[in-house]
Every structure is written in C-alpha cells, then in structure tokens.
C-alpha cells in the first residue's frame, strides 16, 4: 500500500460528496477502510473517519498520529503517483487516475 496509486483505487467507491478528494487522502497515506467515510494509514494504521470538506487530510493525520513514518520519513514509505505512472502501460490504472483528476 506504499504506492499513492494503489491507495487511490481503493478510494474511488469513496464517498466524496461533502468530503476532502480522494487524492489529498491518498497523498496523506490513506486508503478506504469501505465503511462510511473511515479511512485508514497504511504506515501506522490509525483510522479517521466523520469528515469534513475542509479538512486537510495531512493535518488530521499529523494530530491523530504524530510520530507516523509516512510522516516523518515519507521519502522512504511513500511511492508519490508521478507522471510516469500515469502514462504508464497499465490501462486500467490509467483510466482510474485519469477519472480521479476529472
Ligand atoms: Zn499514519
């Protein structure tokens, strides 16, 4: 669940109306936990859920979870989707992103 592509497929039943996007929860180390609104970190499995859609998901993460790795050594846990993973070969994750970013 390292790879922010992997967590945003699980996040697109998410239920975004009223909520932050998706891929601000992605970029924070969340995926969906398929219940509601809960989400969970896949570093240090915390789960946040009642949100709201001026939440910043970084921040949130920071309050419930301060000392998480995806936090403090994100460079080392965190597979960030670049632009190469969008045109990569993988037609059916390329259709998710592309839907994701509308
Ligand atoms: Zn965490």
Redesign the pocket.
Same mark, same amino acid.
């Given at each position: 669940m390292r790879h922010e592509s992997l967590r945003l497929c699980t996040n697109r039943t998410y239920p975004t109306n009223g909520k932050p996007s998706c891929i601000k929860l992605a970029e924070a180390?969340f995926y969906y936990a398929s219940q509601g609104d809960e989400v969970i +970190?896949?570093?240090?499995?915390?789960r946040i859920s009642n949100w709201n859609e001026k939440d910043d998901p970084m921040r949130a993460?920071r309050l419930v979870?301060p000392s +998480?790795?995806?936090?403090i050594r994100n460079s080392e846990v965190n597979e960030p989707v670049t632009n190469d993973s969008i045109d990569s070969s993988n037609p059916r994750l390329n259709r998710i992103l592309h839907s994701l970013n509308g």
């Amino acid at each position: 669940m390292r790879h922010e592509s992997l967590r945003l497929c699980t996040n697109r039943t998410y239920p975004t109306n009223g909520k932050p996007s998706c891929i601000k929860l992605a970029e924070a180390g969340f995926y969906y936990a398929s219940q509601g609104d809960e989400v969970i +970190c896949y570093c240090c499995a915390k789960r946040i859920s009642n949100w709201n859609e001026k939440d910043d998901p970084m921040r949130a993460h920071r309050l419930v979870s301060p000392s +998480c790795p995806f936090l403090i050594r994100n460079s080392e846990v965190n597979e960030p989707v670049t632009n190469d993973s969008i045109d990569s070969s993988n037609p059916r994750l390329n259709r998710i992103l592309h839907s994701l970013n509308g």
